[in-house]
Structure formats: C-alpha cells, structure tokens
C-alpha cells in the first residue's frame, strides 16, 4: 500500500519521457536536413539579425567610398575603369601620412592604362608598403582549356586566380582574392581560405597579416614559427598566412598549445598586440568557411566618399584599416552590390567593399557567427524535446500548455542573447516550427484519447444501472456533482413467466440467459420507442 501512490508517478514520467524522446529524435534526425538548413538560414537567421538590429562596428575599419556623388565631384565619368590611377595614388599617398595601418583596394587591377598614372599608383605602393590589392577568382571553361573533352570536367572544377599587373603586384603588401558564396542568392558566408583556389588566403586574411606587420615576428616566436626560405617582399603576408595556417591546422595538439602560449602571453606585451596575436590564431587554426556576423545596414561600417577622402577634411586614420571600393547609396549605379539579410526595401544593398570590411572587422574581433558543434546541437534538441515532453505529460493540461510557451519563450531568448553577445546561433526553426507544435498537438491528441477510453469505460459501467440520458450526462460532465434534481413519473409492470421456475431448474445458465434476454426485448421494447427507460428488473423472491 505505501508503493500504491507511486504508480501513477511511474506512468506519467514514463509518458513523458517517451513523448520528450520522440519529439527530441524527430529533431535530431531533421535538422541535418538541406532544406532546414536553408531555412534556419532564411528565416531563424534573418529574425535574429532584425531582433538585434544594427550593432557598432570596431572603431579600427573604415570604408571609403567610391560612389557616383564622388565621381561627379571630381567631374569623372562614373565608370571608374576609366579614371586615371594617379587618383588612386594620391589617396594612398594621403592615407600614408595619415598613419593608416592597412589599405586595401576591392577593385581590379590586371591591366595597364595610362603610363603616367600607372607609374604613379606603383611607385605609391612602393612607398607605403601597406597596400593590399584584389584579385579576381574566375572559373575556366572547356573553350579556355582548349579542348571539349569531357575528363576535363574535375579541372573546370578547379578556380583560377586572375594575374595582377605586374608593376602593381611587385610593389604591393600583398594580394588576394574575395569570393562570395551566391548560392542561395542571399550572401551569409565568406572564405579566410579558398580551398579551390590552392588554399589562397582571401582579401581581409591578407588585409588582417598587414594589419598585424608590427606584431607578425612576436606571433611567429610565440607559435615557434621561423620565417620560410624564398619568402620575399613581394609576396611575404600571402605565403605566411598559408604557411601558418598549414603549421597550426595540420597538428591540432600544436594548435591546442599554441592557444595556450598565446593566451598566456607575458603581461608586458601590449593590449593590441595581445588581440593581434589572438586574431592571427583564431584565422590559422579556425574554419576556412565563416558565417558574417553583419553590423548593419549598407554604410553601418564608417563610410567615406572618395572625394572627400581626397581632397577633404579626415578624420583621424591612425593604427586604421581602409577599405577602398564601389558603394553607392543609390541602387541603380551600384556595380558590386550584394542581398543580404541587411538589404533595404529600397533595393539597396551592402557592396562588396562593405562586405570585405566586415569580414575584415569579424577576423579583428575574434566573431562570427556560428551554429553549435554537431554534437552539441543535436543534445541540445534532444534536451529540448525532453523538457516539453515531461512539461506536458507530468502537468495538467491547463498548466502544461502555458508551461510550454514558457519553455518557448525561454528558448528564444536565450538564443538570442548567445546570439547578440557572442554570434552564437542556436536552431529556432526546428524547436519552434517541428518540435513545439509536435508535442503539443501529441499532447492534445493523447489527452483526447485518454478522455474518450474514460468516457467509454463510464458509458459502459453505468449503463447497466442508470437510464441512457443519465448515463450521457455523467459522461459529457464526469465532474460535475450529478443531474439536478427533477420530479419524474414512472410505471412498476408486473409479469409473470410462466414455469419459470421449473425451466430454471432444467436449463443450464447460457441458455437462461438467453431465454430472460428474449423476455425482456419483448417487454423493453415498446418503453424505448417512448422514450423511456427501465430502470431496474427484480425478481419476485
């Protein structure tokens, strides 16, 4: 008897636990799925980017803006394929004397135009040693590979890294390309590494290890990483960022200690230099493929006309990274303009100077955005699907519904302020789309079932003592106190089965309960086409 009260708790937590583990698996197993992938992607993602809004970009990166307000300014034609790089030239110049750490221009340079200018432009890289220029990234097709021969396939695959001209790429701190994912069209991810290119350290890697010149030698002790035979001047910051890369990626127990070392840096290396180090480690021993986490609308990150930057009052530019490229504010005239979740109603969207600075800004920070682990995620939907299922099982019903929008709400919030502090992006599409409405609606549907084998049992039970109606109401109201009371005319029949008696004695009890079963058909029968009930049968002793 003292084990009696525990049996109901056995089978509500055994309830629940099956409910939470059902709901729990179906999320596991479906999250992987492509199509919720995309969907997290435009619909989770996107809510939390609008829920927290713009955010401040680091101080350190600037765009400046070449738009078509500038080009009338300066009274050139708004394609800028035709200004005269001795512009490019004087900004660099300007730029230089400013302090900036790092210059990089998102525009192409693979061919020559007007001698003068050229010079110009070549001999003010040379000068500022800072300069990180673009490289395109193209695709080859059969016609380019001269053959129409299908076993080419696997090298059409392979991208090509466009030369850059000479004069310019010799004097340069470095070069590098800046490829953007534009399947689905929204763009939601960039490269630090691209694999199909030769692992070619992308625009804000480069940018990033120009940057950090002044700490690079530190770093390069602090991981035990020595300078490589045949690095030179010209292409130093590109064959390092691979090189490191391939020194920390390789050994991830090396990795793993370096962390350490870096972490423990001596308390006299400076505050900056210290964050410098961490940024390098965490583009070398990090993913080559990255979520961006956006600041904002289009010129969220500190804009600058070009015109302004030439010619203008500055502000101030010391220890700043500068990227310089197409951004224009009016839709129709922007050439390198990209969807993202940060694109205006207008149809105004973030160019791609914006969004090299932005991967920029994310690589000095130390911050993406970035879905759990594998193994995480998935204990965390089983967890997830666990709670609801004990929320609902173990509670009535008009607390287990309201428990489990608490839970909801809970989990929303919680992912986004992981999202907001730290680009910790938790799944919100499975939980909230699959697994909340999934185990509601089982809840609901056990809880109809159960109330309809109670009623069942009730109608049963009680039919065989109370009229039909009564029986109705107990079962529509099982709670309710009884029928109210109500004055009602009834008829006692009496009848006689003749030589009941003497078959009684004779006929085994199956056959006698037939034979009184045919008796009282014949008797009920006309009261219950009247609509009224027997209400008890007794024998006369």
């Known amino acids: 008897m ?72 300066l009274g050139l034609p ?45 001999e003010a890289l040379e000068k500022s040693g800072r300069v990180v220029l673009f490289q395109r ?49 929204r763009i939601d991810q960039y490269w630090t590494f691209k694999q199909g290119a030769g692992d070619a350290a992308t625009l804000p890697v480069v940018a990033l290890h120009v940057f950090a010149k002044d700490t690079l030698g530190d770093y390069r002790k602090e ?45 006299n290396t400076s505050d900056r230099n210290r964050e410098l180090m961490l940024a390098l480690f965490d583009v070398h021993a990090g993913p080559q493929h990255r979520y961006l986490d956006f600041y904002g609308p289009p010129r969220t990150v500190s804009t600058l006309s070009y015109a302004a930057a030439l010619a203008g009052p500055m502000p101030p530019l010391h220890g700043k990274a500068v990227f310089i490229g197409a951004s224009n504010t009016y839709q129709p005239v922007q050439q390198d303009g990209f969807f993202t979740v940060f694109s ?40 997830l699907g666990l709670l609801l299922g004990l929320i609902l099982r173990g509670l009535p019903l008009a607390w287990a519904l309201p428990g489990a929008a608490f839970v909801g709400v809970g989990y929303l919030g919680s992912a986004f302020a992981l999202f907001s502090h730290n680009g910790l992006w938790l799944p919100l599409v499975t939980p909230m789309v699959i697994q909340m409405p999934l185990a509601i609606g089982l809840t609901l549907y056990l809880s109809y079932a159960r109330s309809q084998h109670d009623r069942t049992t009730l109608q049963k039970t009680f039919a065989r003592y109370l009229p039909p109606k009564v029986v109705h109401d107990l079962a529509d109201h099982p709670d309710a106190v009884g029928p109210a009371p109500r004055t009602a005319h009834g008829v006692c029949l009496i009848t006689d089965a003749q030589k009941f008696s003497s078959l009684a004695e004779r006929l085994p009890p199956n056959e006698m309960r037939a034979l009184l079963n045919r008796y009282f058909k014949v008797l009920f029968r006309p009261v219950e086409r009247r609509a009224g009930f027997v209400s008890d049968v007794f024998g006369d002793s």
């Open 2 to 73: 003292k084990w009696a009260w525990m049996r109901p708790a056995r089978r509500i937590l055994a309830s629940g636990l099956g409910l939470g583990l059902l709901v729990g698996m179906v999320g596991v197993l479906i999250n992987p799925w492509g199509v919720m992938l995309r969907l997290e992607t435009s619909l989770g993602l996107d809510w939390l980017f609008t829920i927290r809004g713009p955010r401040s970009a680091p101080a350190d990166v600037m765009v400046i803006a070449i738009d078509d307000q500038s080009a009338k300014t």
């Open 78 to 122: 708004s394609d800028t394929a035709e200004w005269s790089r001795a512009l490019h030239a004087r900004l660099v110049n300007r730029l230089q004397a400013m302090g900036t750490d790092v210059i990089v221009f998102d525009m192409a340079f693979e061919d020559s135009r007007d001698s003068e200018g050229d010079r110009a432009f070549a």
């Open 137 to 185: 990234l193209s695709r080859p097709r059969l016609s380019d590979l001269g053959s129409d021969d299908p076993e080419l396939e696997d090298r059409i695959r392979s991208e090509r890294l466009e030369p850059v001209l000479e004069a310019f790429r010799s004097k340069a701190a470095g070069i590098g390309p800046f490829p953007l994912p534009k399947v689905p069209v």
């Open 223 to 267: 991981i035990g990483h020595s300078a490589q035979e045949g690095e030179t001047p010209t292409d130093s910051f590109n064959h390092v960022a691979g090189s490191l890369r391939q020194h920390l990626s390789t050994n991830p127990s090396v990795a793993d200690s370096v962390r350490t070392q870096v972490l423990g840096i001596a308390s």
């Open 344 to 383: 205006q109603d207008d149809g105004t969207d973030l160019g791609g100077v914006e969004i090299a600075a932005t991967a920029f800004a994310n690589l000095l920070e130390r911050r993406s955005v970035r879905p759990p682990p594998p193994l995480e995620e998935s204990m965390l939907l089983l967890s």
